[in-house]
Protein backbone atom coordinates (compact mmCIF):
# COMPACT_ATOMS: atom_id res chain seq x y z
CA UNK A 1 0.00 0.00 0.00
CA UNK A 2 1.61 3.22 -0.94
CA UNK A 3 1.96 5.48 1.51
CA UNK A 4 -0.65 8.42 0.49
CA UNK A 5 -2.82 5.48 0.70
CA UNK A 6 -2.16 4.45 3.93
CA UNK A 7 -2.22 8.18 5.49
CA UNK A 8 -5.60 8.50 3.58
CA UNK A 9 -7.10 5.26 5.73
CA UNK A 10 -5.34 5.71 9.10
CA UNK A 11 -6.54 9.57 9.15
CA UNK A 12 -10.22 8.24 7.79
CA UNK A 13 -10.01 5.88 10.88
CA UNK A 14 -9.04 7.84 13.00
CA UNK A 15 -11.86 10.88 12.20
CA UNK A 16 -14.69 8.12 12.57
CA UNK A 17 -13.37 6.83 15.69
CA UNK A 18 -13.51 10.58 17.02
CA UNK A 19 -16.54 11.13 15.58
CA UNK A 20 -17.80 7.84 17.16
CA UNK A 21 -16.45 9.04 20.60
CA UNK A 22 -18.02 12.39 20.53
CA UNK A 23 -21.31 10.90 19.87
CA UNK A 24 -21.01 8.56 22.96
CA UNK A 25 -19.51 10.88 25.15
CA UNK A 26 -22.42 13.68 24.62
CA UNK A 27 -25.07 10.37 24.96
CA UNK A 28 -23.46 9.49 28.48
CA UNK A 29 -22.87 13.34 29.60
CA UNK A 30 -26.19 15.53 28.31
CA UNK A 31 -27.86 14.33 31.78
CA UNK A 32 -25.10 15.61 33.17
CA UNK A 33 -24.16 18.94 32.47
CA UNK A 34 -21.87 21.07 34.82
CA UNK A 35 -21.81 25.12 34.27
CA UNK A 36 -19.26 24.76 31.97
CA UNK A 37 -20.53 25.94 28.52
CA UNK A 38 -20.64 23.45 25.26
CA UNK A 39 -17.38 23.65 23.56
CA UNK A 40 -17.33 24.15 19.80
CA UNK A 41 -16.29 21.90 17.09
CA UNK A 42 -15.46 22.67 13.61
CA UNK A 43 -16.69 21.52 11.18
CA UNK A 44 -14.51 18.39 9.55
CA UNK A 45 -13.68 19.59 6.12
CA UNK A 46 -13.91 17.30 3.02
CA UNK A 47 -11.20 17.88 1.03
CA UNK A 48 -9.26 16.25 -1.73
CA UNK A 49 -5.98 15.02 -0.57
CA UNK A 50 -2.75 16.36 -2.95
CA UNK A 51 -0.03 14.71 -4.01
CA UNK A 52 2.90 15.73 -1.51
CA UNK A 53 5.28 15.03 -4.83
CA UNK A 54 3.13 17.40 -7.09
CA UNK A 55 2.35 20.25 -4.44
CA UNK A 56 4.53 19.76 -1.48
CA UNK A 57 3.64 23.35 -0.02
CA UNK A 58 -0.04 22.72 -0.37
CA UNK A 59 0.15 19.34 1.24
CA UNK A 60 2.19 20.62 4.13
CA UNK A 61 -1.12 23.39 4.68
CA UNK A 62 -3.35 20.53 4.79
CA UNK A 63 -1.58 17.96 6.88
CA UNK A 64 -1.47 20.96 9.51
CA UNK A 65 -5.22 21.58 8.94
CA UNK A 66 -5.55 18.19 9.42
CA UNK A 67 -3.83 17.94 12.70
CA UNK A 68 -5.17 20.48 13.78
CA UNK A 69 -8.97 19.07 13.42
CA UNK A 70 -7.83 16.23 15.12
CA UNK A 71 -6.14 17.55 18.28
CA UNK A 72 -8.84 19.90 18.54
CA UNK A 73 -11.53 17.14 18.30
CA UNK A 74 -9.65 15.04 20.75
CA UNK A 75 -9.95 17.87 23.02
CA UNK A 76 -13.28 18.33 23.10
CA UNK A 77 -13.97 14.62 23.49
CA UNK A 78 -11.43 14.97 26.35
CA UNK A 79 -13.42 17.79 27.92
CA UNK A 80 -16.55 16.20 28.00
CA UNK A 81 -15.00 13.41 29.68
CA UNK A 82 -13.39 15.64 32.17
CA UNK A 83 -9.84 14.73 31.31
CA UNK A 84 -9.01 18.20 31.74
CA UNK A 85 -5.01 17.68 31.76
CA UNK A 86 -5.37 15.68 28.71
CA UNK A 87 -7.38 18.23 26.75
CA UNK A 88 -4.49 20.83 27.72
CA UNK A 89 -1.89 18.66 26.02
CA UNK A 90 -4.32 18.77 23.08
CA UNK A 91 -5.15 21.93 22.84
CA UNK A 92 -1.66 23.09 23.40
CA UNK A 93 -0.40 21.38 20.22
CA UNK A 94 -3.44 23.35 18.44
CA UNK A 95 -1.76 26.24 19.98
CA UNK A 96 1.40 25.58 18.64
CA UNK A 97 -0.38 24.90 15.26
CA UNK A 98 -3.01 27.58 15.37
CA UNK A 99 -2.06 30.26 17.96
CA UNK A 100 -5.44 32.65 17.12
CA UNK A 101 -7.71 29.92 16.65
CA UNK A 102 -10.39 31.93 19.51
CA UNK A 103 -12.21 28.58 19.86
CA UNK A 104 -8.99 26.72 20.91
CA UNK A 105 -8.20 29.65 23.82
CA UNK A 106 -11.78 28.80 25.14
CA UNK A 107 -11.76 25.23 25.60
CA UNK A 108 -8.43 25.97 26.77
CA UNK A 109 -10.11 28.47 29.28
CA UNK A 110 -12.77 25.20 30.02
CA UNK A 111 -10.13 22.86 30.35
CA UNK A 112 -7.84 24.69 33.18
CA UNK A 113 -11.69 25.94 34.89
CA UNK A 114 -12.61 22.08 34.89
CA UNK A 115 -8.95 21.18 36.33
CA UNK A 116 -9.68 23.93 39.11
CA UNK A 117 -7.26 26.55 37.61
CA UNK A 118 -9.49 29.89 37.50
CA UNK A 119 -6.81 32.69 36.92
CA UNK A 120 -5.62 30.67 34.21
CA UNK A 121 -8.84 29.88 33.11
CA UNK A 122 -9.88 33.44 32.91
CA UNK A 123 -6.81 34.23 30.65
CA UNK A 124 -7.64 32.11 28.60
CA UNK A 125 -11.22 33.05 28.29
CA UNK A 126 -9.58 37.02 27.92
CA UNK A 127 -7.53 36.19 25.21
CA UNK A 128 -10.53 34.55 22.96
CA UNK A 129 -12.07 37.66 23.35
CA UNK A 130 -9.03 39.64 22.18
CA UNK A 131 -9.24 37.41 18.81
CA UNK A 132 -12.99 37.51 18.17
CA UNK A 133 -15.24 40.14 19.97
CA UNK A 134 -18.15 37.68 18.91
CA UNK A 135 -16.90 34.62 21.16
CA UNK A 136 -19.80 34.01 23.49
CA UNK A 137 -18.72 31.58 25.08
CA UNK A 138 -15.79 32.97 25.98
CA UNK A 139 -17.84 35.90 27.62
CA UNK A 140 -19.93 32.88 29.66
CA UNK A 141 -16.47 31.67 30.70
CA UNK A 142 -15.27 34.74 31.72
CA UNK A 143 -17.79 35.09 34.09
CA UNK A 144 -17.78 31.91 35.59
CA UNK A 145 -13.96 32.03 36.56
CA UNK A 146 -14.33 35.54 37.47
CA UNK A 147 -17.04 34.59 40.07
CA UNK A 148 -14.60 31.52 40.99
CA UNK A 149 -12.19 33.89 41.64
CA UNK A 150 -14.17 36.40 43.51
CA UNK A 151 -14.48 39.50 40.85
CA UNK A 152 -17.65 39.77 41.10
CA UNK A 153 -17.60 43.13 38.92
CA UNK A 154 -16.02 41.15 36.37
CA UNK A 155 -18.60 38.20 36.39
CA UNK A 156 -21.07 40.61 36.32
CA UNK A 157 -19.92 41.99 33.22
CA UNK A 158 -18.92 39.30 31.29
CA UNK A 159 -22.23 37.89 32.17
CA UNK A 160 -24.07 40.82 31.11
CA UNK A 161 -22.36 41.17 27.41
CA UNK A 162 -23.09 37.40 27.26
CA UNK A 163 -26.42 37.94 28.08
CA UNK A 164 -26.81 40.52 25.05
CA UNK A 165 -24.86 39.43 22.35
CA UNK A 166 -26.72 35.89 22.94
CA UNK A 167 -29.25 35.06 20.21
CA UNK A 168 -32.81 34.18 21.63
CA UNK A 169 -32.89 30.35 20.86
CA UNK A 170 -29.80 29.78 23.26
CA UNK A 171 -29.89 27.26 25.32
CA UNK A 172 -27.67 28.17 28.03
CA UNK A 173 -29.54 31.61 28.01
CA UNK A 174 -31.49 30.93 31.12
CA UNK A 175 -28.61 29.52 32.88
CA UNK A 176 -27.18 32.91 32.46
CA UNK A 177 -29.68 34.81 32.93
CA UNK A 178 -30.23 33.18 36.70
CA UNK A 179 -26.33 33.19 37.10
CA UNK A 180 -26.46 37.05 36.56
CA UNK A 181 -29.96 37.94 38.77
CA UNK A 182 -28.06 35.46 41.68
CA UNK A 183 -24.92 37.43 41.63
CA UNK A 184 -26.91 40.51 41.58
CA UNK A 185 -28.52 40.13 44.61
CA UNK A 186 -25.57 38.99 46.50
CA UNK A 187 -24.15 42.07 45.59
CA UNK A 188 -26.85 44.43 46.78
CA UNK A 189 -27.04 41.83 50.16
CA UNK A 190 -23.26 42.75 50.65
CA UNK A 191 -23.46 46.64 49.82
CA UNK A 192 -27.05 46.91 51.99
CA UNK A 193 -24.71 44.89 54.85
CA UNK A 194 -21.98 46.85 54.39
CA UNK A 195 -24.14 50.64 55.13
CA UNK A 196 -25.51 48.79 58.26
CA UNK A 197 -22.15 48.13 59.88
Same mark, same amino acid.
Given at each position: ?????????????????????????????????????????????????????????????????? /??? %??????? *?? =??? $??????? +? @??????????????????????????????????????????????????????????????? /??? %??????? *?? =??? $??????? +? @??????????????????????
Amino acid at each position: MSQQKQFIVTASATLVLVVIFIFLINLITEKTQSIVSPTLVPPIKKTALVDPKLQPNQHAKQAKAS /EID %LRFSQAV *VM =LHA $KQYDSAI +K @ALHRVLELAPKMPEAHVNMGYAFLGGGDAKTARDFFASAIELNLNQLNAYYGLAVASEVLGDM /ESA %LGAMRTY *VH =LSP $KDDPHLA +K @ARAALWEWQAAREKRDAERKSQ
